[in-house]
Structure formats: structure tokens, C-alpha cells
Nanobody
Framework: QVQLVESGGGLVQPGGNLRLSCAAS????????MDWYRQAPGKQRELVAG???????FYADSVKGRFTISRDNAKNTAYLQMNSLKPEDTAVYLC??????????????WGQGTQVTVSS
């Protein structure tokens, strides 16, 4: 069983920065895709950024140039550096990992979510 634990959310003023982390615990697995989603009140969950095991990245247009996703495979951890934050970035941020088990079965795991609030 794999568990994802997120950290790093909080309250920040517009223009400020935050760094989110998502660490996977467990054993005998490999992580292919690491993604960050967000969900604001009354809105659909949206994919913010993703990174493949080879390092290729994807960003939603709304965060390009401001957010950077990275990963540390040795620590089974994904990071989301968020700069120049705007009030519209306010949401619960969730990590999602695509995990390949020792039996080659693929499972999707979600973090518990961390609140990011951008407000003056």
C-alpha cells in the first residue's frame, strides 16, 4: 500500500511564493507520473502540472512561467514551487501519483490535499 502525504500549503499574499511537497511511503513500487491538481470551491478539479519519470513536464496555461514541478526519485517526492501567486490560485492542491507495483499492476494514489489561500 502506498500513502501520499502533502505539506507546504498556507496563506500567502498576492505575489508571494509557496512550495508544496508530496511524499510517497511504502515499498516495492516505482512511480511513473507525478501530478498536481487543484480544486477551488464550486469549480472542477483541474490538472495544474505533471512530471514523468524521465523528467518531461506539463503545465496548465494558467500557471506557465509561475509554477515549477520537480521530483526527487530517491525520496519518492514531488514538489510544486509556486511563485507570483494570484488570488485565483486559491484552491485545495492535491498530488496524484501513478504507481507501478512489484507485480507490474498500475494504481493511482491521491494525497489528502493541502489548502493554498492567496489573499491580502
Amino acid at each position: 500500500q502506498v500513502q501520499l502525504v502533502e505539506s507546504g500549503g498556507g496563506l500567502v499574499q498576492p505575489g508571494g511564493n509557496l512550495r508544496l511537497s508530496c511524499a510517497a511511503s511504502g515499498s516495492s513500487f516505482k512511480i511513473s507520473n507525478m501530478d498536481w491538481y487543484r480544486q477551488a470551491p464550486g469549480k472542477q478539479r483541474e490538472l495544474v502540472a505533471g512530471i514523468l519519470s524521465v523528467g518531461s513536464t506539463f503545465y496548465a496555461d494558467s500557471v506557465k512561467g509561475r509554477f515549477t514541478i520537480s521530483r526527487d526519485n530517491a525520496k519518492n517526492t514531488a514538489y510544486l514551487q509556486m511563485n507570483s501567486l494570484k488570488p485565483e490560485d486559491t484552491a485545495v492542491y492535491l498530488c496524484r501519483f501513478r504507481v507501478v507495483g512489484i507485480d507490474q499492476r498500475i494504481n493511482i494514489y491521491w494525497g489528502q490535499g493541502t489548502q493554498v489561500t492567496v489573499s491580502s
